[in-house]
C-alpha cells in the first residue's frame, strides 16, 4: 500500500510496537508531545544525529531496504562506541515521498529495530514526514557515559601507540566487489550491508584507559587526521600493519589496486581507531582484535604512513565530502 | 556562494561558533562523534524531533529564512513546553542542495540560534549532508523535567476544566491574510513568521498541578481530540470562549469566513491546551492569559463543542495529515 493511502497516522501506529527494549529507563515512549526517560546517576549524557539521504548514502542497488535501516542504526551506535559510552535512547525521522510502498518503509525499520533489540536501545519517539523528493531518514542516538570519562578525538598524547579494532577497509572491499560483480567475497558483503558497531570493544577500550577515539565512518587516513588535529600531534603509522581481511587482498588483486586503499581511504568500517599510553600495549593486545598500527609523536598535526617500500609519505584528510563535485 | 564549493566542513566550521548559550550543562559541544552534556539531579529527561521539509512545512513565499529558523526552532521548543518541561539541548540536521546559497543556510541558522539564545538551549551537535531534492531540516530537542512530573496527554479527569493560553488561530489569521494579500494584519503576520513557544507558562501550568496538556500545532479540534482519546474521556467546549484576536474576526468578516474554523482548525499557533481540576480555575484565571473553555466529562473519548446558535457539534480530529490528499 502506498504511504499516502495508508495516511500518516495509521503507518506511526502501525511502527509504534514493539520498540522498547530497555523498559527500566522509559517513563513515557512514542505518542506524546515528547518521551520521557530516566538517566543513571553519576553519568554524563551522549548525543549524536546522523541523516541518511536516498540516493546520495544509500540505494537499494546493493542493499535491501533491511540493511539500509540496519545498517542506519549502526552508524548512530558507532558515535555512541567512539565515546566508550552506552547506548539507550533514538529518535528517528524519516520523510518519505506518499507514493512509496509501506512495505518498505516497514522493512527499514524492521532493521532498525533489529539493531535497537540487540544493543538494548528504545525507539522512543519519531516523526513521519511527506517529501516531494528522496526519502530522508535522521536517526538522534542519546548513550551515557560515566562521568569524565567520554573518549574525546583531542586527548591524544605524544608517546601513544595508536591501534584498530579488527578488519579496516573490510565495508569497502564488499562494496567493490558489488559494484563490479564479482562473486567470492562473502564476508565483506555482508560487512558492507549489515556492518557492527564496537560498543562492546569501545567500553573495554574506555576502561583500559584510552587516551582518544574516533570510529572509522570517512576512512582511516581521515579519522587519523581527526585526531591528529583535535590533539595538535603528529600521527605515524606503518601501513603494513593495518589489519586486512584476506577478500581485501583478494579485490585488490583481481582489480589491480592497492589493498591498503581500502582501509586508507574506504568509509563506513564502523571499526574504532584509537590511541593509548604505551604500556598498554600488552593488554591491548591481549585482546585479540586489536592491532597497533603506529604512533603518536610530537610535531605539526598532520598523519604520515611507512609504505611497503620502507618510504614515507603524507595521509591527507581525504574524508567523504558530500557537496565537493 | 554555492554550499557546495564552500564544502560541507567548511559550512559546519562557519556555524559551528556562538552555540552555547547556557555552558554549565555542556562538557563537549560540537566537534567530535558525539556532544557530551551533564543533567539535573532528581529530573526525568525530555526528547522530542521534528522534521520541516521545503515545499511542504514551509516556503520562502511567504517567510524570510530566518522565520524559517526562528519557527522551526519553536516547534521544537514547543514539545517541551507541552510537558511542562525545560528545554536544555538541541541538535540539527539538515539536508541540502549543492546548488543552494550559503546566505540562506546561515540565515535559517541565525533564526535557530536567536531562539537558543533566547531560551538558553545548547546547539550542541548535527549533522550537514547533501540532497538532490528540497531541503529538509531536522531539530531534536532534550529538555527536563522533575522526576514523575511531565504532564501528559493522558491525564485528563472527568471534572476538569479546559483551558488554552493567550489567543488561538492567530497564525492562520497572519497567514490568511498573507496568503489573500490583505493589509491590516500586522500582529498575527508576525505571529505567523515568528511563533513563541509557551515554555514559562508551561512550567507555571505544571507547578500548578494541570492534568494534561498539549501544545496547539495542528488546530484545537485535532489536539483536543489527542487529549480525550488518550485520556479516553469526552470534552466540551463552549466555542464563544474560545479567544480570538481582533484581527481573526477581521479576516473571518472580509472573507466570509467563521472566525472559530481558525482557532478549530488553524495549525501552528503552538499556544497550549489544557485540563486542570476544577478547583484551580481562580488561580489559572488569576495568570492573566488562561482562558477555560469546557469541561472534561465521562463518555466516549470524542469532542463537542457548543456554537453560537447554542447547537451541539462534534469537533473531529481534523490534523493536518501529511500524507492524505
Known amino acids: 500500500m502506498e504511504l499516502k493511502n495508508l495516511g500518516e497516522f495509521n503507518f506511526i501506529h502501525s511502527i509504534e510496537s514493539d520498540t522498547i527494549y530497555d523498559p527500566n529507563t522509559v517513563v513515557q515512549g512514542i505518542g506524546d508531545d515528547c518521551a520521557v526517560y530516566k538517566v543513571t546517576e553519576g553519568y554524563e ?28 542504526m549502526t552508524a548512530n551506535l558507532s558515535d555512541i562506541a567512539a565515546m566508550g559510552g552506552i547506548p539507550r535512547q533514538v529518535v528517528l525521522s524519516v520523510a518519505a515521498p506518499g507514493h512509496i510502498d509501506t512495505r518498505i518503509l516497514e522493512e527499514i525499520y524492521r532493521g532498525v529495530k533489529e539493531q535497537c533489540q540487540h544493543y538494548h536501545v528504545n525507539l522512543i519517539g519519531g516523526d513521519t514526514v511527506s517529501i516531494d523528493g528522496p526519502m530522508v531518514w535522521t536517526i538522534t542516538i ?83 587526521n581527526e585526531i591528529a588535529k583535535s590533539s595538535r600531534v603528529s600521527i605515524i603509522i606503518d601501513e603494513t600493519l593495518i589489519p586486512l581481511h584476506e577478500e581485501t587482498y583478494k579485490l585488490a588483486e583481481a582489480l589491480q589496486t592497492n589493498p591498503i586503499d581500502y582501509a586508507l581511504l574506504g568509509g563506513e568500517d564502523f571499526q574504532l581507531v584509537f590511541t593509548a599510553p604505551k604500556e598498554l600495549s600488552k593488554a591491548l593486545e591481549n585482546l585479540g582484535s586489536i592491532t597497533l598500527i603506529g604512533e603518536v609523536i610530537e610535531g605539526e598535526p598532520v598523519v604520515q604512513s611507512v609504505t611497503k617500500a620502507k618510504e614515507i609519505r603524507l595521509l591527507e584528510a581525504k574524508g567523504y565530502n558530500h557537496f565537493h563535485e
Chains 1, 2 share one sequence.
Do not use: C, W
Open 142 to 224: 542519546i548513550g551515557e557515559i560515566p562521568q569524565g570519562k567520554a573518549v574525546l578525538r583531542s586527548g591524544a598524547q605524544p608517546g601513544d601507540v595508536v591501534g584498530v579494532t579488527n578488519y579496516i577497509g573490510y565495508a569497502a572491499t564488499g562494496l567493490g566487489s558489488l559494484s563490479y560483480n564479482l562473486d567470492g567475497y562473502p564476508m565483506t558483503r555482508i560487512g558492507h550491508q549489515r556492518p557492527e558497531p564496537q560498543i562492546e570493544l569501545g567500553i573495554t577500550l574506555r576502561e583500559l584507559g584510552v587516551h582518544s577515539m574516533n570510529d572509522i565512518s570517512d576512512g582511516l587516513s581521515s579519522e587519523l
Open 45 to 72: 549524557q551522549l548525543v549524536s544525529t546522523d541523516t541518511m539521504v536516498e540516493g546520495v548514502h544509500f540505494s537499494f542497488q546493493y542493499m535491501m531496504p533491511y540493511d539500509v535501516g540496519y545498517r542506519l
